[in-house]
């Protein structure tokens, strides 16, 4: 009979290990995910901790989650009787305020204030953690546009300047790596050819060249800090910005100061998006 008894499953200790655990999951889950880069460099990139992606430790944080509430419910259904006596007066043993009721509510309405209202460490752990997103938007592999691994090698040519669908495609070909079909995203070729979208991007430049810039500037040594000699929007000054499109340069800086922005003509326009929260290709619908 006590054989019986200590083989037999215990639903209470079952309960306990698995609220612990995923608990643990959660909590280190959400850490990873307080750090990572955003999705359009994540995926841009083949971003990847641990050899998770991105998109995985998303999903295992959204599972987790889901696991810890389920849990969390199964485990007040156990100890409901001693929930019920933290809202007892030990002496009468009725219902009456108690004071680790009041403090554990405050608490909780301290975070969701605090959070909404941008008070104090709420601000300033969020603002960290917003100084670490944008941190990323510095590094050299960031797409043209956001989320350009969406888009099809003709839909990438009507969004980036001087850049063209045929040669994109034949500076792949050239490189051993054709089209399935025209509707495939650049995301979708990178994954069927176990590249980063980055690097089939790279591949598919390596012909194109700014328009005005000299034969002597596509592929080999003149290329380019970046590879290619595609001048990327963000990687441009304001002076040049406004020489290739013919904008007035006065006009610019005020336009980008008016909008809060911190400008000077040496300035690359992916700093002066930074200065103001923004992304690089925001400054095109403030200035254009």
Request: glycine content about 12%; overall charge neutral; charged content about 15%.
């Amino acid at each position: 009979m006590s054989q019986a008894t200590q083989t037999s499953f215990n639903w209470r200790g079952f309960t306990s290990i698995t609220t612990a655990l995923s608990f643990l999951g959660l909590a280190f889950t959400g850490m990873v995910l307080f750090f990572v880069p955003p999705g359009r460099i994540a995926n841009w990139t083949g971003w990847t901790y641990a050899g998770l992606t991105k998109h995985q430790w998303t999903g295992l944080h959204v599972w987790f989650s889901i696991l810890f509430v389920a849990i969390c419910v199964v485990h007040i259904f156990f100890n409901w009787k001693c929930l019920l006596n933290y809202f007892k007066d030990k002496t009468h043993q009725h219902f009456a305020l108690r004071w680790e009721w009041v403090a554990s509510a405050g608490l909780c309405i301290l975070l969701l204030v605090g959070t909404i209202r941008d008070f104090g460490p709420f601000a300033s752990v969020l603002a960290w953690q917003e100084s670490i997103k944008t941190s990323y938007d510095r590094l050299p592999e960031q797409a043209p546009i956001p989320h350009a691994e969406l888009l099809t090698l003709s839909e990438l040519a009507k969004k980036v300047e001087g850049v063209d669908a045929a040669t994109l495609e034949a500076n792949l070909k050239a490189k051993g790596t054709e089209l399935n079909t025209p509707n495939e995203t650049i995301g979708d070729m990178a994954q069927r050819t176990g590249k980063t979208p980055s690097e089939v991007y790279q591949l598919a430049i390596g012909e194109v060249r700014v328009p005005g810039q000299g034969q002597g500037q596509g592929q080999g040594g003149g290329r380019g800090e970046h590879g290619g000699g595609i001048q990327r929007f963000g990687q441009m000054t304001l002076s040049e910005y406004c020489k290739q499109t013919g904008l007035d340069l006065a006009t610019a800086t005020d336009k980008l100061k008016q909008a809060g922005l911190t400008v000077s003509d040496t300035m690359v326009m992916r700093d002066i998006a930074v200065s103001g929260g923004l992304h690089p290709s925001d400054l095109r619908g403030i200035l254009e």
